[in-house]
T-cell receptor, first 113, second 114 residues
Framework: DADVTQTPRNRITKTGKRIMLECSQT?????MYWYRQDPGLGLRLIYY???????NKGEISDGYSVSRQAQAKFSLSLESAIPNQTALYFC????????????FGPGTRLTVL | KQEVTQIPAALSVPEGENLVLNCSFT??????LQWFRQDPGKGLTSLLL?????REQTSGRLNASLDKSSGRSTLYIAASQPGDSATYLC?????????????FGTGTRLKVLA
């Protein structure tokens, strides 16, 4: 089984709808991240969490919220989806060492009509 | 503010060719730099991680170098194969105490032609 899983893998929704993207990990890492990827813009950080009680905004948090339900679960919500939130969304985890890398989920492709 | 740039944005080469992908960053105060590979429909996979004190790292046909003072890193791929076709991203981690975040470049989309 994959270490970092995301559900759903694909989602089409309409403007104004509330949707939630979910991420689960089995790596036992405290640090979890949500990114979005747009063509030509690379990955941009939306929110990150260093433990269940520590949640921080990234560079593009407007229009998004998150919930860290447990060490292993980190959800991203779009309260009222808009078309420019159409993107590929990635969840990632990272361990505590200076040499630790990030481990990515397979991504969720979201389309807002 | 740290900015990471990758040139070229896209590259096509014939199979067997050696190639170099470039990554530049504006702030030399980094803990480390990573190269990732991204296949369509999949997440990112770490290829190589270079600590700020290191000059290069090697894994199989891949060699990554780091020149922190000039803000540059290169990923060298030897004897390219069609299976190397993917998008390659570099990312840097800042030295600020307690920072566990990466800044990503925009990627280079590589196509190796059979």
């Amino acid at each position: 089984d994959a270490d970092v899983t995301q559900t759903p893998r694909n989602r089409i929704t309409k403007t104004g709808k509330r949707i939630m993207l979910e991420c689960s990990q089995t790596k036992g890492h405290d640090r979890m991240y949500w990114y979005r990827q747009d063509p030509g813009l690379g990955l941009r950080l939306i929110y990150y969490s260093f433990d269940v009680k520590d949640i921080n905004k990234g560079e593009i948090s407007d229009g998004y919220s998150v919930s860290r339900q447990a060490q292993a679960k980190f959800s991203l919500s779009l309260e009222s989806a808009i078309p420019n939130q159409t993107a590929l969304y990635f969840c990632a985890t990272m361990g505590g060492g200076l040499t630790d890398t990030q481990y990515f989920g397979p991504g969720t492709r979201l389309t807002v009509l | 503010k740290q900015e990471v740039t990758q040139i070229p944005a896209a590259l096509s080469v014939p199979e067997g060719e050696n190639l170099v992908l470039n990554c530049s960053f504006t702030d030399s105060a980094i803990y480390n730099l990573q190269w990732f590979r991204q296949d369509p429909g999949k997440g990112l996979t770490s290829l190589l991680l270079i600590q700020s004190s290191q000059r290069e790292q090697t894994s199989g046909r891949l060699n990554a170098s780091l020149d922190k003072s000039s803000g540059r890193s290169t990923l060298y791929i030897a004897a390219s194969q069609p299976g190397d076709s993917a998008t390659y991203l570099c990312a840097v981690r800042k030295t600020t105490s307690g920072t566990y975040k990466y800044i990503f470049g925009t990627g280079t989309r590589l196509k190796v032609l059979a």
